[in-house]
């Protein structure tokens, strides 16, 4: 399945929408610090409800951590600045799905690394700065599926 990845994220109740999707989709969450909360955090664990035993959640000190670990999987970063619609991306299975902070994105280091094919847009009306980051990561993280014709699912 597919890997979502947050870099930075500062609010627990997003987080918390993601360990849920997570354990609903499948898929497998990475967590980049530094995180703008702590784990145990009340807002988290509301948001996640009884999800936390049914998803995979890891946690990495900073992106280089991470992406050792990731090895030679293919990374999307999801951003504003995307060079092409998330539709577009031929996802295979095990690629990773990078997004940023809910306030600030992802870091101008961690965009270098990535490459600009790789780096996929979600369409909004002109004049709009965001979606709410757990909503994108939903519809990205479906599209990934629905191309592999939602394999494992009901």
Known sequence: MFHIALFNPVMA???GNIIRLCANN???LHLIEPLGFDLEEKKLR???LDYHD???VERYPNFDAFKQAMGA???YAITTKGTRNYTEAPFKADDVLLFGSETS???PEVMAQIQP???LRVPMMPNNRSLNLSNTVALVSYEAW????FAGGL
Do not use: D, M, P
Not at 146 to 149: A, F, I, M, P
């Open 105 to 107: 994105g992802l870091a």
């Open 117 to 119: 094919t790789e780096r």
């Open 54 to 56: 049914l998803s995979r």
């Open 146 to 149: 629905r191309q592999h014709n």
């Open 73 to 75: 999987r293919t990374i």
């Open 26 to 28: 499948g898929c497998t």
């Open 46 to 48: 509301r948001a996640g």
């Open 13 to 15: 109740a997003n987080t």
